[in-house]
């Protein structure tokens, strides 16, 4: 095995790594987009009272522990305004954009998920050949 091939392997490997960590830090950017999404349209509808059908259907100690409509209204945070809507487009708009981006990463990663296969495949002495980040460890 050549010196050459044990770097372009290390390169294919690098980038596959690279693309894996993208791969995760836009996962973690488009489940927060979805979450605040959730919270806007949450925030719009507003809670629906709990325990208003149930009250002789619960038993009294269960009954007294149901949160006020009020207390339930301020984990959404404020009151609803026509601003949700343009917040709840902006974030839809992102997370659109996100999802292209997340498929172009996806796409890209898949691709050198091949190319490090097919660069094994043809030299497959080399998945046992050093990998120089861990050599210069020894």
């Known amino acids: 095995m050549t010196t050459q091939h044990v770097l372009d392997v290390h390169a294919l490997r690098l980038d596959h790594r690279a693309l894996r960590a ?3 830090r836009v996962g ?3 489940r927060l987009v979805r979450a605040r999404l959730d919270l806007l349209v949450a925030r719009a509808v507003g809670p629906q009272p709990l325990g208003e059908e149930l009250t002789f259907q619960l038993p009294l100690d269960v009954g007294l522990d149901v949160p006020r409509p009020d207390e339930l209204e ?16 902006a974030l839809r708009a992102l997370d659109s954009r996100l ?3 997340q498929d172009g990463v996806d796409a ?6 091949e190319r490090l296969i097919g660069h094994l495949a043809g030299q497959p002495d080399a998945v ?4 120089p980040e861990h050599e210069s460890r020894n």
């Open 74 to 89: 301020a984990v959404l945070g404020g009151h609803r305004s026509g601003t949700h809507l343009d917040q709840l487009t």
């Open 28 to 30: 973690w950017w488009r």
């Open 128 to 131: 046992l050949g050093p990998v």
């Open 108 to 113: 890209a990663l898949a691709a050198a998920t």
């Open 22 to 24: 993208e791969r995760s």
């Open 99 to 101: 999802v292209r981006y």
